[in-house]
């Protein structure tokens, strides 16, 4: 695949709930290129996560691709099979999302639990699954993978259980990981600590990353470039810089206006002291 290539590619894509017939997403135009990191951010209820769902074809019951093209990874997402999606989720496109101590099972240890899907998909036998896990554990800075292997997730913090899961997701090393509110639930320090993961682990592995969030400071953090929703549209784009710093649109200037009450800049240090 050459760098120029399109892992996501959407084209005015409506996203509908069939049974009240609303548009819940409209003229959705996007795209994502290898090792970029695109941010969403909007208020809640904008079609923020409804548009990731269907990245990964688990949109709710009813709700559909009814206009416009979305291509993941070359595939056709309106015309892709039970097993086309089998290949495509949680395989070359993993996720993340808010409440990770809602994805373990908590009666099953943390560790088994990571390893399964390189068990199933990747064919790899106990022992060398394990092995695989703890190296993933490693590779998100979890201390003492091996007695982590045997925790449960109740015993665990946020901050843990989504270090976890982020390992989860690239455990099979996928082309595109989303992150959906996945540090919301997380106090700030952590919140930090978890971009500043998931930033090493894009340059480590060339992960593409699409970063959603309702707060500006963290897609700010993380992002190349970041599309403004409101009411299921795109109402503003941009590279990070011209949307935080010269934001176009009136609403991206209140969204901007409001994150700054309570510390846009506490992320973004860097950022602004560069510019
Ligand atoms: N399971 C569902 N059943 C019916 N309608 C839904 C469902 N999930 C979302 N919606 C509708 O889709 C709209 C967009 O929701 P979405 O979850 O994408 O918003 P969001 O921008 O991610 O907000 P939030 O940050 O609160 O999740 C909502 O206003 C809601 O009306």
Redesign the pocket.
Known sequence: MNSDERLLDYREVTIA?RMTG?H??HGFTASLRRGEVLGIV????????????SILGIL????DITEGTAEVLGQDLRNLSAKGWLSIRGVRVGAVFQDPGSYLNPSIRVGPQIAEPLRVRRGLKRGEAKERVLDLFASVHLADPADLYQRYSYELSGGMLQRILIAGALALEPEVLIA??ATTALDVTVQAEILDLLEELKEKTGVALVV?S?DLAVVGRLCDRILV?RH?QIIDQGSTRQVLFEPAHEYTRLLVSEHQVYGLDRFLAAERSAG
């Open positions: 709930n609303e819940i997403v909007g208020e809640s209820g904008s079609g923020k996560s409804i548009t990731c769902r709710p019951r009813g709700f959906d509110e959603v309702h929703m299921g």
